[in-house]
């Protein structure tokens, strides 16, 4: 017997919640917490990063929205009221992080806050939402791979309820989401354990290592999923964005170690030592 899972999770008023818009705030809710210790850690106010949330999160929904959009267009020129209908899913993270980043430009330099600092304190927060919202297409039953096999599940040491929530459409599907989930988890790891080390790391490297492992991670997980957007009907967008932004990351960083005279990440001014 297959246990599929329910998309709503309960009934407000009679409106349906799914889980997938729980699981995505659960996820912004702890990168901002996150963030904002860390940014007392480094020297800044809390309320740096909760207000930028302010304006960050909501350009950064539209961003995701609108990034799907427009890969997807015919679709939803078809039947334009589907464009509002995020409930059930429909969020690019590229378009989230683009939307974002260009707010946080603009934010950062409003409030003389250094750009690059305030990129190092959120990027392992980020990467663990993402992380975290990968299970929400999980409960959507989407960003799923090729046809696989229950036996091939198995020998993944995978849990029951996720072999069988990846039975989509009458066959087994291959778990891109958990892949991209746990990819991104030891990213987050890494970085931590990155950011802890002194001396190591200049100002900014952070947010690169952040672009270098997700990219490279996205590139070939987004080559195994089935509902990838297109751009001219042969070329995945996500794959594309990932190897641009991989090799840019890549070349940012060296050519700014070989201009030198870069600030060290300096995590040294605050006293609680289990703030991560």
């Known amino acids: 017997m297959i246990a599929q899972i329910n998309r709503v999770a309960f009934d407000l008023l009679g409106v349906p919640i799914y889980w997938y818009a729980l699981i995505i705030v659960s996820g912004i809710i702890i990168a901002m917490w996150l963030s904002s210790r860390e940014a007392v850690r480094v020297g800044m106010k809390a309320e740096d990063v909760t207000d930028f949330m302010l304006w960050g999160l909501p350009l950064s929904i539209i961003g995701a929205r609108l990034y799907y959009i427009l890969f997807d267009l015919p679709q939803y020129i078809a039947n334009p009221i589907q464009i509002f209908n995020i409930r059930s899913g429909g969020l690019a993270i590229y378009g989230g992080l683009i939307a974002g980043g260009i707010t946080l430009y603009f934010y950062t330099k409003y409030h003389f806050i250094d750009a690059w600092t305030f990129l190092d304190i959120a990027a392992p927060s980020v990467l663990l939402a993402q992380a975290i919202g990968r299970w929400g297409n999980f409960m959507n039953h989407e960003a799923f791979g090729p046809d696989t096999t229950r036996s091939f599940l198995e020998s993944l040491y995978l849990p029951n309820f996720i072999i069988d929530n990846m ?103 605050g006293k609680n030592q289990f703030i991560i």
């Open 167 to 269: 039975y989509i459409d009458g066959i087994y599907r291959q778990p891109t989401f958990l892949y991209e989930s746990v990819w991104s988890l030891i990213g987050v790891i890494i970085l931590l354990s990155l950011r802890k080390k002194t001396h190591l790391l200049k100002k900014g490297e952070i947010a690169l290592i952040y672009l270098i492992w997700y990219s490279f991670g996205r590139f070939f997980i987004e080559g195994m999923r089935t509902d990838s957007l297109y751009l001219l009907d042969t070329i995945r967008v996500s794959q594309l964005l990932s190897a641009v932004l991989f090799i840019g990351a890549i070349v940012l960083f060296i050519w700014r170690r070989k201009k030198g005279n870069l600030p060290d990440y300096d995590r040294s001014l």
